[in-house]
């Protein structure tokens, strides 16, 4: 353990910021996990530099409850050993130079509750072991390269309430499995190459739960029409906000009574101009 600490600090003794007075081991976080590396349960650094990676040792951390590496220019990738910290409930790391696959050890971490790692360069494919997340409510993967299918598994995080894997290189259907998401209340998938159409279920869930989601930019995906209540005028729509307008100008998605429209570039700009508009009339 001791080793393991020492790999740590090294890791992060080279932090520099502007207009800070204390030095790093100052910080009482700090202190504490010098002092008792055992008992360390937060290691926070943000908006600093940082000059390596996350070791391996990382994973003999195991009482660690927070940590958060975020704008901190860590690079390299996501050790599996991460997959040791099964107290974790943060785990942020946006904003950084991170590469590789997101190890499928992750799926050991049972009391994760916020997974930030967004604006970053992970590649490979969504494991599907992070459908095994029970407390999970958080999960922010966008702005990375990131491929594959959604895995069905993710119906399974029934706490989630932020879904993002916007501007990723994904592909395949959206999951009917997704509509199990009873919590959700943001969900992001545009800037992508999902196709097919959002099957019914998800689209009541949508209806009936989500306050902010967007599709768009998925050229290959279909999008059933939207009405709004006051007016009962229909568009086709690939995204939407409840959080602007009144309660009265929430839109509504339509099962289609024949075969989902495709939408074009030229559709998509259309419908978000008369969203826009319908709100300050």
């Not at 800037?191 to 768009?216: D, Y």
């Amino acid at each position: 353990m001791a080793q393991a600490w020492a790999v740590l600090l090294l890791m992060l003794a080279v932090v520099q910021w502007e207009g800070a007075d204390a030095e790093l081991a100052d910080q009482p976080e700090w202190i504490a996990c010098a002092a008792a590396p055992e008992a360390c349960t937060t290691l926070e650094v943000y908006s600093r530099v940082i000059a390596g990676t996350i070791p391996s040792e990382i994973g003999l951390f195991t009482n660690l409850e927070r940590l958060s590496l975020y704008n901190a220019q860590v690079n390299g990738s996501i050790p599996k050993e991460i997959g040791n910290l099964q107290k974790l409930t943060l785990f942020n790391v946006h904003n950084n130079y991170i590469s590789g696959k997101i190890p499928s050890e992750m799926g050991n971490m049972t009391s994760l509750v916020h997974f930030y790692a967004y604006s970053n360069f992970l590649s490979g494919r969504l494991p599907s072991e992070l459908g095994l997340l029970p407390a999970l409510e958080a999960l922010f993967l966008s702005k990375n390269f990131i491929r594959g299918t959604i895995p069905t598994t993710y119906g399974n995080l029934t706490k989630l309430y932020q879904f993002s894997l916007h501007r990723n290189n994904l592909t395949g259907p959206v999951p009917s499995e997704l509509a199990m998401l009873s919590q959700l209340n943001v969900f992001f998938l545009s800037k992508n190459q999902l196709s097919g159409s959002i099957p019914p279920e998800v689209i009541e869930t949508m209806n009936t739960q989500v306050k902010r989601w967007s599709f768009c930019h998925n050229d290959d995906m279909e999008f059933q029409e939207l009405t709004m209540i006051d007016s009962g005028n229909k568009t086709l729509l690939c995204a939407y906000d409840s959080t602007s307008g009144t309660e009265q100008q929430r839109r509504h998605l339509l099962r289609s009574d024949g075969a989902p429209r495709h939408v074009s570039a030229h559709a998509w700009m259309m419908g978000a101009f008369m969203l826009l508009c319908s709100l300050y009339v």
